[in-house]
């Protein structure tokens, strides 16, 4: 059945968080990684925030349309997610709800997302600073968005495994005739990046 055609549902009572984390072995080299999971909860018009530790902050940020984040301590107003995970244009991939072509039923129906994030804070302006060449290429030379999409590409990142465990899709009650909207969300996010990192 396909994800656009899926019954989501979810009892408005729950309102749970759980954050557990779990040092473990990554790799064939045993590298050490962080492994925090969270399970929430997300009314429509609410934003969600969970620090996770060694800096990092987990968000869903916006009100109709939520947008998947990771910000660090650091530099709290960039996001760690958006620059390393193109398509940088047009993509309802970091968002949850309706935009670019993806109904709310198709947006929930992409499940799970598997995210990479800037774990080291002195990576985030360089990867900014890529991103911008990279968008507005006609303000610098091709050689140097070229440049700056690999630079990008060997940033090295933690990951986010997004996954939406249920939800409640209906009429948007502020806009009559427009099409559905995300009311309620219920997810789970699994975050894993270098021990020693993001500090």
């Not at 954050?19 to 990554?26: E, G, L, N, Q, V």
């Not at 399970?39 to 916006?62: C, I, P, Q, Y």
């Not at 650091?74 to 996001?79: I, L, R």
């Not at 070229?146 to 997004?162: H, K, M, S």
């Amino acid at each position: 059945m396909s994800g656009a055609r899926r019954a989501f549902t979810l009892s408005v009572g729950l309102v749970s968080t759980v954050i557990a984390s779990i040092p473990a072995a990554a790799g064939e080299a045993n590298e050490r990684v962080n492994r925090v999971v969270i399970e929430g909860m997300v009314k429509r018009g609410e934003e969600f925030a969970r620090d996770v530790g060694s800096g990092f902050t987990f968000r869903l940020s916006g009100k109709d349309v939520w947008v998947i984040e990771m910000t660090h301590a650091a530099s709290p107003e960039k996001d760690l997610i958006y620059p390393v995970n193109p398509p940088y244009r047009f993509s309802n991939r970091l968002n949850v709800g309706p935009g670019y072509g993806e109904s709310a039923r198709d947006s929930i129906g992409n499940t799970p997302r598997e995210l990479g994030f800037i774990y080291r804070p002195d990576d985030v302006a360089t990867a900014w600073g890529d991103l911008e060449r990279i968008l507005w290429p006609y303000t610098v030379a091709e050689v140097e968005a070229e440049r700056a999409l690999d630079e990008l590409a060997r940033i090295p990142t933690g990951t986010v495994t997004f996954e939406i465990l249920s939800a409640d899709v209906g009429p948007d009650e502020n806009r009559p005739g427009a099409d559905e909207c995300v009311r309620l969300l219920k997810f789970r996010a699994t975050i894993t990046w270098p021990q020693g990192a993001g500090r």
